[in-house]
């Protein structure tokens, strides 16, 4: 299957022809607010869109535009990791402390999928928690 390198959503459009049946984004939380208008008019254009990416940043927060790109899909898959310390089913990403930038390039040295319990241990100390009900 043929593959582009791109860093933003409207790079898309040239790599589009008449032929096009289906689009795969990979890494689409990168792909800022605008990926979504883009999404959308591809769809309109009778083209399926794939998109996969991270839903939450190593703060639990929503990442980039996966919140309103959920809210687009027409059907959506939700692929959880193995915990790195207990193996139980992940949905958070640790991130090793040393600088608050979003966006950090590495791997397992700096990375690591989850679980709640053993996310939260990890980011003791690094979370603003409300503890009022």
């Not at 692929?79 to 090793?96: L, M, S």
């Not at 930038?101 to 791997?107: C, E, I, R, Y």
């Amino acid at each position: 299957m043929l593959a582009h390198r791109i860093s933003k959503a409207e790079e898309i459009y040239p790599l589009l022809t008449e032929t096009t049946r289906e689009v795969y984004i990979d890494e689409v939380q990168f792909m800022g607010p605008y990926v979504i208008e883009v999404i959308g008019e591809i769809m309109m254009n009778n083209v399926h869109v794939i998109a996969a990416g991270l839903d939450k940043d190593y703060m639990a927060r929503d990442f980039g535009p996966m919140a309103a790109l959920k809210k687009l899909a027409t059907q959506r898959i939700e692929v959880k990791a193995q915990c790195h310390i207990c193996k139980k089913p992940a949905n958070f990403t640790y991130r090793e402390p040393g600088t608050t930038d979003l966006v950090v390039v590495g791997h397992s040295n700096i990375y690591q999928a989850r679980c709640e319990e053993h996310w939260l241990q990890g980011m003791e100390g690094r979370l603003e928690i409300s503890t009022t009900a």
